[in-house]
T-cell receptor, first 114, second 110 residues
Framework: DAGVTQSPTHLIKTRGQQVTLRCSPK?????VSWYQQALGQGPQFIFQ???????QRGNFPDRFSGHQFPNYSSELNVNALLLGDSALYLC?????????????FGPGTRLTVL | DAKTTQPPSMDCAEGRAANLPCNHS???????VYWYRQIHSQGPQYIIH???NNETNEMASLIITEDRKSSTLILPHATLRDTAVYYC???????????FGQGTTLQVKP
């Protein structure tokens, strides 16, 4: 089991552009959560996908959207990028067996907005 | 959501026990306490969780006070690889929405 994988590892974009980040969950997990981690801060919850629908959402604007596919993999899309969107974006997966608060995190995608 | 207070940083000598405290005085009766850690340049890693009773696994022990207002994560024999930011997170409803605070930066020194 490869665990949680994310792509790409690093990404550089300019203001106003759009970006798509990808996540493959750990085998046996059906839920994917996305977090944003600014430098020196703890991760902040963006939203969570379960059964291909957004189940809950943190305090993030509509520019942040996502999708979950039938194989449980997920995408995070950010439109109209701002400088403040520069951060490490973390994907975490969880499932019914271990409980949804016991999450396995990927290594993250480092997004830099210039 | 319950608020947590953790010291910003702690040092520990390699081979000694690391005791990381967390205050969660506003935790509700059905909220578990979860501990995660984040080693530099990696994603957070689940360590342990508990509700009322003390818990132990292969990574650590968790001691929760009887009034549940605070807890202590114990790494019994800290190694240099345990240097990380440790987060204490109250978690209720099993929804998977984890609220991370600033955590405690543990520096294990040789």
């Amino acid at each position: 089991d490869a665990g949680v994988t994310q792509s790409p590892t690093h990404l550089i974009k300019t203001r106003g552009q759009q970006v798509t980040l990808r996540c493959s969950p750990k085998s046996g997990h059906d839920t994917v959560s996305w977090y944003q981690q600014a430098l020196g801060q703890g991760p902040q919850f963006i939203f969570q996908y379960y059964e291909e629908e957004e189940r809950q959402r943190g305090n993030f604007p509509d520019r942040f959207s996502g999708h979950q596919f039938p194989n449980y993999s997920s995408e995070l899309n950010v439109n109209a990028l701002l400088l403040g969107d520069s951060a490490l974006y973390l994907c975490a997966s969880s499932g019914p067996r271990g409980g949804y608060n016991e999450q396995f995190f990927g290594p993250g995608t480092r997004l830099t907005v210039l | 959501d319950a608020k947590t207070t953790q010291p910003p940083s702690m040092d520990c000598a390699e081979g000694r026990a690391a005791n990381l405290p967390c205050n969660h005085s506003t935790i509700s009766g059905n909220e578990y306490v979860y501990w995660y850690r984040q080693i530099h340049s990696q994603g957070p890693q689940y360590i342990i969780h508990g509700l009322k009773n003390n818990e132990t696994n292969e990574m650590a022990s968790l001691i929760i006070t009887e009034d549940r207002k605070s807890s202590t994560l114990i790494l019994p024999h800290a190694t240099l690889r345990d240097t990380a930011v440790y987060y204490c997170i109250p978690g209720g409803s099993n929804t998977g929405k984890l609220i991370f605070g600033q955590g405690t930066t543990l520096q294990v020194k040789p």
